[in-house]
């Protein structure tokens, strides 16, 4: 394997589309697990959904540049270090966003609207939104709801309101625990690396986190108990999946407050078994519940 396409796997961050698993809760919650066209028309969006993602994350690093050069862990990244050229990682991020959006139009049109949405829409976060206070959480938010926006889409369900605030609070949650651990972590330089930290305080993202997953945990529970979604399962109660819920949330800011971690969520969910075994366990509760 040459240096170049080792540099680009490493650019494009295949670890971190982990997160492209939000597609598959419509998937889940419509009960349609089991309908193979369901099945298959979700994960070639999932795997689309991949594609721009790479795209987004290339482009991103080189419009970065100059401020991953500042950071102590981003400057390691193959663009900032130097180690992968600019032209080569356009390239790839043009044939990936391409492939992905031509591809989406033969699943629904309305995934290539949401695909090409979500790559403007982290070219914007990038050049403009990260480095404004809050907003920069809630476009974290959007990226994570277009997620189910396209998994919905695909299958052709109604997206359900509560999945949608769920989802939001859930990336406002995690995205202000990554501005926890970034203040943290550079402390007197996390100006530099991004303007909107210097508006931050710990005191005050520590507010927000505890609100986001107050907020979470409450809304959730709502959402297993809401007439209409007791309607959708036949009476059956989405309720015995809450103590999951809770020990996740629960879990995930112990690894932000006691083990100062946060930085990366995904990083934190693959090397934290209990968060792993209670996902799983949440999953298993959840198909018990709709489809058994």
Not at 109 to 126: H, Q
Not at 179 to 194: F, I, S, T, V
Request: net charge positive; proline share 4%; aromatic share 14%.
């Amino acid at each position: 394997m040459s240096e170049t396409v080792k540099n680009l796997i490493i650019s494009i961050r295949p670890r971190q589309w982990l997160k492209n698993g939000f597609i598959f809760a419509p998937l889940l919650f419509a009960q349609k697990i089991f309908h193979p066209p369901s099945i298959f028309k979700t994960a070639a969006t999932f795997t689309l959904f991949c594609l721009m993602s790479a795209a987004v994350y290339l482009v991103n690093d080189t419009l970065d540049i100059q401020k991953d050069k500042l950071h102590p862990v981003k400057k390691n990244r193959p663009i900032a270090s130097g180690k992968l050229n600019i032209k080569p990682a356009l390239f790839c991020a043009f044939a990936a966003a391409s492939i992905s959006l031509f591809s989406s139009c033969l699943l629904t049109p309305w995934l290539a609207f949401i695909l090409l949405t979500y790559f403007i829409s982290n070219i914007a976060y990038s050049k403009i939104f990260k480095d404004l206070v809050i907003i920069d959480a809630m476009c974290f938010a959007l990226f994570f709801i277009l997620r189910i926006a396209a998994g919905a889409a695909v299958i052709k369900v109604e997206l359900s309101h509560w999945i949608t605030i769920c989802t939001g609070l859930l990336a406002l949650f995690i995205a202000f625990g990554k501005r926890h651990h970034e203040l943290k972590l550079l402390e007197k330089e996390a100006a530099n690396h991004r303007p909107a930290l210097e508006k931050y305080s710990p005191k005050f993202i520590e507010q927000m986190i505890t609100v986001t997953a107050a907020s979470l945990a409450v809304f959730y529970t709502l959402y297993t108990v809401d007439s209409r979604t007791l309607t959708i399962t036949g009476g059956r109660n989405l309720l015995v999946t809450v103590p999951f819920a809770y020990y996740g949330i629960f879990r995930y800011y112990y690894n932000l407050f006691q083990l100062n971690k946060g930085g990366d969520p995904t990083e934190i969910i693959l090397n934290d078994k209990k968060l792993q075994i209670t996902a799983v366990l949440w999953i298993i509760a959840v198909l018990g519940v709709l489809y058994f």
